[in-house]
Every structure is written in structure tokens, then in C-alpha cells.
Nanobody
Framework: QVQLVESGGGLVQPGGSLRLSCAAS????????IGWFRQAPGKEREGVSC????????YYTDSAKGRFTISRDNVKNTVSLQMNSLKPEDTAVYYC?????????????????WGQGTQVTVSS
């Protein structure tokens, strides 16, 4: 069955970097769009970035532009999120998710499968 497993979260100081990875199994990730979402305590889950399957089109939320980079390795069936210049407001549980479509969606409700999440804490 479809399974997504995130890794790479942790505690980092403001201005630091982390690289999150999402390992996919049970499907061929180069056919599905894969996105990264995050949820801070007391807040809605929000989209951070997404990479489409068919043409590699990439989307970022405004807060991620210029700081985060999403990439995919279709051989390893993984999608990574490189996060630089981290801020305390980036603190959240980060989830990867996939949907049965080549194309990204900004709505979390349109994603079919989710990982368990990885905690990112940005604090001095």
C-alpha cells in the first residue's frame, strides 16, 4: 500500500538549515504530485511547497519562497525539502502528502495519502 515516511526534522537555531526527506513506497512517485504541508499548534495545516509529477512544476507558499527548495529523486522515490534561513515561525510538524494526479493542488483536502509528520522546532 501507499506509504510516506518523513525524516530530517529537529531543533535548529534561527537562521539555521534543515533538510527534510519524504520516502515513498507502494507507488511510483514520478506519476504523482507530492507536496509538503505544515501545522503549527493551534493553526490550520497549510501548504508549503509542491512538485508536480509530469513536468516538475514547483510551487511555494510566499513564506517559503527564497528560503525553501523542493526536489525529487524518482530513482530513489524520494522528495526533499531543503529549508534555509529558518525562523521561529517555521516551527511546526511537517508532513509530506501525495495525490493521484500529476498536478499539484494548494488544498490539503485534495491529497490522498499522508506521512506521519516530522517535528521542526526553530528556537534559540
Amino acid at each position: 500500500q501507499v506509504q510516506l515516511v518523513e525524516s530530517g526534522g529537529g531543533l535548529v537555531q534561527p537562521g539555521g538549515s534543515l533538510r527534510l526527506s519524504c520516502a515513498a513506497s507502494g507507488f511510483t512517485s514520478d506519476y504523482y504530485a507530492i507536496g509538503w504541508f505544515r501545522q503549527a499548534p493551534g493553526k490550520e495545516r497549510e501548504g508549503v511547497s509542491c512538485i508536480s509529477a509530469s513536468d516538475g512544476i514547483i510551487y511555494y507558499t510566499d513564506s517559503a519562497k527564497g528560503r525553501f527548495t523542493i526536489s525529487r529523486d524518482n530513482v530513489k522515490n524520494t522528495v526533499s525539502l531543503q529549508m534555509n534561513s529558518l525562523k521561529p515561525e517555521d516551527t511546526a510538524v511537517y508532513y509530506c502528502a501525495t495525490r493521484r494526479s500529476y498536478h499539484c493542488s494548494g488544498s490539503r483536502w485534495e491529497y490522498d495519502y499522508w506521512g506521519q509528520g516530522t517535528q521542526v522546532t526553530v528556537s534559540s
